[in-house]
């Protein structure tokens, strides 16, 4: 049994394949196809911060697949009234195939991995969005191939999407630039151990130049909702413009997870901009949660 709580729980290998099925499985879901490999299977849903299109993907993913999902929010269960996340593990992973969780510590997911009988996605905490990256790599290869030995910009904060990015180049093989101002670095920890694979810069014109890929994501994550004005204010000249990305190389992607804030990290025009790919990216998430899914639930079929 596996769980998917970040990049590194996967072998580069285990990654690729990943990417390569969800190019499939899109191009199936494209033509029609009907394909139900989890008949009868069903994924538990957990979500303690808000959420448009994990939750959306994830459960129109189930349904393709044939099976079902089932939303959980702290306001109508036990968790979150104090239910233990290691009791709620043990029950639910009694009844489900499959736990999806998006929460706050990270420590959470690892816990509540400990106790659970079946697989556990991590569908963001505060330090690693991994299924995101499945997308974001999902959607550079679609549109320019492989990943590997390119120069990737992270502008703006070190914060969870930062630091999957970081387990992505290890993973994928890229070089990753990160421009954040001072105190908004990510974690020295895992720059450290990937100190061949990412660079660290202040100034974001730096960052971007030679890249094949610039990506950045709001300001004030979530549960940062009282730091929004500060940040706003630190964090002005981290806006992703067209104009930055003139200075990349001519052939450079955009990416955002989403939601954006136009105005603030990206400029009013930029998610119009023909370099911006940012709608594929989403829709990308629907594709590649359902590859991870097969992978977890049928690996022995
Ligand atoms: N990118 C992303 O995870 O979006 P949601 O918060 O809408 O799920
Ligand atoms: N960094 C953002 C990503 C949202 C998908 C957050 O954690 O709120």
Redesign the pocket.
Known sequence: MRHFLTLLDFSPEELNWLIERAIELKQMHKRGEVYEPLKNRVLGMIFE?S?T??RVSFEAGMAQLGGHAIFLSPRDTQLGRGEPVEDSARVLSRMVDVVMIRTFEHEIVERFSAFSEVPVINA?T?DF?PC?LLADIQTYVEHRGSIKGKTVAWVG?G???CQSYINAAQQFDFHLNVATPEGYEPSAFLVKEAADRVSLFRDPKDAVKGADLVAT??W?????EDEQAERVRIFRPYQVSRELLDLANPDVLFMH???AHRGEEVSEDLLDDPRAVVWDEAENRLHAQKALLEFLLCQEE
């Open positions: 911060k959420s299109r994990t963001l505060n969005h995101q904060d914060n969870n999407m994501d709001v004030a994550s979530m549960g940062q997870c989403l939601p």
